[in-house]
Each structure stands twice: as C-alpha cells, then as structure tokens.
C-alpha cells in the first residue's frame, strides 16, 4: 500500500483482557517499528524488526507486551492481561533500510492505535 | 545518543518565518539531525534530516552550524495548516533507532 496501515483505529479494552494490535507496513520495507506515545508526550520506543528477526526489544514495558513479524511484513503487538497504565496510542513505523537506519526518508508511521483501557 | 533541548511551544501569526532551535550539545560525529512534524491523532512524519551545514527541501530548511551543537528547523510562512508538534532527533547512522522527546509543539494563529 502506500502508506502505513494500522488496525483498528481505536480499540476500548476491559483491565485483563489481551489485546491485538496490526501494523501493515510499506511494502518491500525491511524495518518496522513499534512505537507508544502516551497523552502530551513524544513517541517512546518499544521494539524493533528487521525482516522477521526481532533484533531489539529493549523498550517493551513488561513481559504482557510481546510483538512478532513471522513473514517479515505484517507484525502484531500482542498485550496480554491489559492494565489502565497501557492505554496510549500505539505507533508502527517503516523504513526501507535495515539496520534501524532512517535512510533518505526518515520512518513512515502509520496513524496508530488508540488503547483505552477501562 | 546525544540529548536534544528544544522549545517546550511556540506561537506564530500566519505569513510568518519560523525558527525553531534545538539544541544537542553531545552530539558524536557520526550522528546526523533529524525533524519529524505530528499532526493531532497522526504519527510523526519525517520532514528533513541533514549532518551540517544547510539543507532545503519543499517543506523546511534546516540549518545546523559548524560546530553541530544545534540546528534551526526553518518554516516560511506558515499557515493555520502548520499547527503541529515538531521533534528535533539525533540519530546514529549505526543501528539505534530513533529516540524522540517531547517536541515544541507550534500554534499558528490566524
């Protein structure tokens, strides 16, 4: 496509269900994102793919947060047992370039996934 | 990765230039600077990056000075449109990704 698509757009949770949350990003690009931005503040990282392989994983708040890209495109952020803390709006990006680098275009997000946990 | 300082907000009448400053102080000499611009209930979009001196593109200029310890995200003549937070970054051309603070959110005024 010719953006980056997340799905669904707005998700209301009950405090300890599991959510899931989809990310279609650019074809053909080879990182992907995912970032959390809570209310009034910047985007914080969570983890990140190059094709299938999880190589960073370091922002992932709690062992409840667990992502997988299996194909190398689509990726789902999966969170298990939600809590009020995690509501936000969940952000994927690409790039074309590997490596975490931004290359000639910086990252396309997509509109993100806004989580309201009550 | 070195840490960015930028304005918390800004206000602009329309029609006018825009410099926002941010600084980095700590920044390594394989690091580049990159703006990325968020629009209420949008993710960030990346609007120009650069590594000295100055860039232009359709949308901004960005200046940084010899010494890189900051750079000026430039708009020319903004409109009502141009409302948005706006996040300096410094990145690593290795393997880190991007690292984003909190932004200097803009409010044009008509």
């Known amino acids: 496509g010719a953006g980056v698509s997340q799905s669904p757009r707005y998700k209301v949770a009950k405090r300890g269900q599991d959510v899931a949350l989809r990310c279609d990003p650019i074809s053909g690009h080879v990182s992907l994102f995912w970032y959390q931005q809570a209310l009034g503040q910047g985007p914080e990282f969570l983890t990140y793919f190059q094709n299938e392989a999880q190589l960073d994983k370091s922002g992932l708040p709690s062992d409840r947060f667990f992502a997988e890209r299996p194909e190398g495109s689509v990726s789902t952020l999966k969170i298990q047992r939600t809590q009020q803390e995690d509501s936000a709006v969940y952000l994927c990006a690409s790039s074309l370039e590997g490596g975490g680098r931004t290359g000639e275009y910086g990252y396309t997000f997509g509109s993100g996934t806004r989580l309201t946990v009550v | 990765l070195a840490k960015t300082t930028q304005p918390i907000s800004m206000d602009s009448y329309e029609g006018q230039e825009v410099n926002i400053t941010c600084s980095h102080n700590?920044?390594?000499?394989?690091?580049?600077i990159t703006w990325y611009q968020q629009f209420p209930s949008q993710g960030p979009r990346f609007i120009i990056q650069g590594y000295k001196t100055k860039v232009t593109n359709e949308v901004a200029s960005l200046f940084i000075p010899a010494d890189r310890k900051s750079s000026t995200l430039s708009l020319p003549r903004v409109s009502l449109s141009d409302t948005a937070v706006y996040y300096c970054l410094v990145y690593n051309s290795g393997n880190t990704p991007l690292v984003f603070g909190k932004g200097t959110r803009l409010s044009v005024i008509a």
């Open positions: 700590n920044i390594a000499t394989n690091d580049y």
